[in-house]
């Protein structure tokens, strides 16, 4: 991890990363190297090819993973969720580090019946490269049976925070997005957090399904370093500008939904006829999937714009990855730009789910 300490917005320049936790984890017997560590020489992986951004100091390659569906099959987020094998979803996420990925997005609400992905990724990487940037959220709560719990009060706050940090073996999160539902004032919640971070438990915060008036509310409060909300080819067209606003404002902009769009936490097939003809034309020509075609244009939409697929299959994963280094032309960028505009379903401020 970089140990770079250029200044906040704020003027408050964070310390230099720490080493990540020493010694192998309870599950490896000591002495065992990290499967997650790669070795000094090892070769940058596809994902570089992105580009790099900064998340405050923190260095990370534009191509992400997200962590929504390792722990189940199916659906996500729902209490009767089909839970994955163990070792596939280890299987993935020792394979994304060895492609490059070093921005990894969780929640300690991702869960199934037998699988937390705070906990997968524990088991896959710790201890930790120390390139490596995990970016939790916090604000919805679900209970054990896996039901949604009201959103997390100011109080509840710091429980979610601390329920991450033991989930993930970890004393202090790298980023924590406060993930928001409607459009009221976020000051008191976004608060807590920013105490938090001078308390030492986190070192970036970001912000999640909010409106630019909610942003703002936020960088009054403390740094913010990304925005998390939903965005891709025909959803939410109306973000367009504020995408834009995140770049003038050195904010990495970072969509969740980018391939499945309004199917949301249910996921879409590999031969999903409900695609735009516009995204099958682009992937015929490049002999390329849908989801590759649609983070490729996601990457196209600003340098600050990070992408963050997720899967628990391992062919899935190498797809998503290669989109990485995906050029499209001018004239199937402006094919793309028509078909989003077109299809771009705009929905009300902080509709999304969860």
Not at 124 to 135: E, F, G, K
Not at 182 to 203: H, K, M, N, P, Y
Not at 335 to 349: M, W
């Amino acid at each position: 991890m970089t140990s770079d300490t250029t200044a906040t917005p704020t003027g408050r320049a964070p310390a230099p990363r720490p080493p990540r936790t020493t010694g192998a984890p309870a599950h490896l017997p000591p002495g065992t190297p990290s499967p997650g560590t790669p070795a000094a020489d090892a070769p940058a992986g596809p994902a570089a090819a992105s580009g790099t951004w900064k998340l405050g100091d923190l260095e990370i390659n534009r191509m992400g993973f997200g962590a929504m569906r390792l722990p189940q099959t199916g659906e996500a987020l729902i209490a009767d969720a089909v839970s994955r094998g163990r070792d596939q979803a280890v299987a993935v996420l020792r394979r994304a580090v060895e492609l490059g990925v070093n921005h990894i997005d969780t929640a300690a609400f991702y869960f199934s019946p037998l699988r937390s992905a705070n906990e997968l990724i524990n088991r896959a990487l710790a201890p930790y490269p120390r390139d490596l940037v995990i970016t939790t959220k916090v604000g919805p709560g679900r209970g054990p049976s896996g039901a949604w719990l009201p959103h997390a009060t100011p109080g509840l706050l710091r429980g979610q925070v601390e329920e991450n940090l033991r989930q993930l073996g970890l004393d202090r999160l790298d980023v924590v997005n406060l993930r928001v539902l409607g459009t009221d004032s976020i000051a008191e919640r976004f608060g807590v957090l920013a105490e938090l971070r001078e308390a030492g438990l986190i070192r970036h915060l970001g912000v999640s399904n909010v409106t630019p008036g909610q942003l703002a509310e936020a960088r009054a409060i403390a740094p913010v370093v990304c925005v998390q909300n939903p965005y891709g080819i025909g959803v939410r067209a109306d973000q367009d500008a504020f995408v834009r606003d995140c770049a003038e404002q050195g904010i990495a902009f970072v969509p969740f939904y980018s391939i499945a769009g309004s199917a949301r936490q249910v996921g879409v097939a590999d031969d999903d006829a409900a695609e735009l003809p516009e995204v099958r034309a682009v992937a015929r020509a490049h002999g390329a999937s849908a989801a590759r075609i649609r983070l490729a244009w996601t990457l196209h939409r600003g340098p600050h714009v990070l992408a963050i697929p997720g899967t628990g299959d391992l062919g899935h994963l190498a797809d998503n990855v290669s989109a990485a280094a995906l050029r499209l032309s001018t004239e199937e960028l402006a094919l793309l730009e028509a078909a989003h505009q077109r299809h771009g379903a705009n929905l009300p401020d902080g509709a999304a789910t969860a």
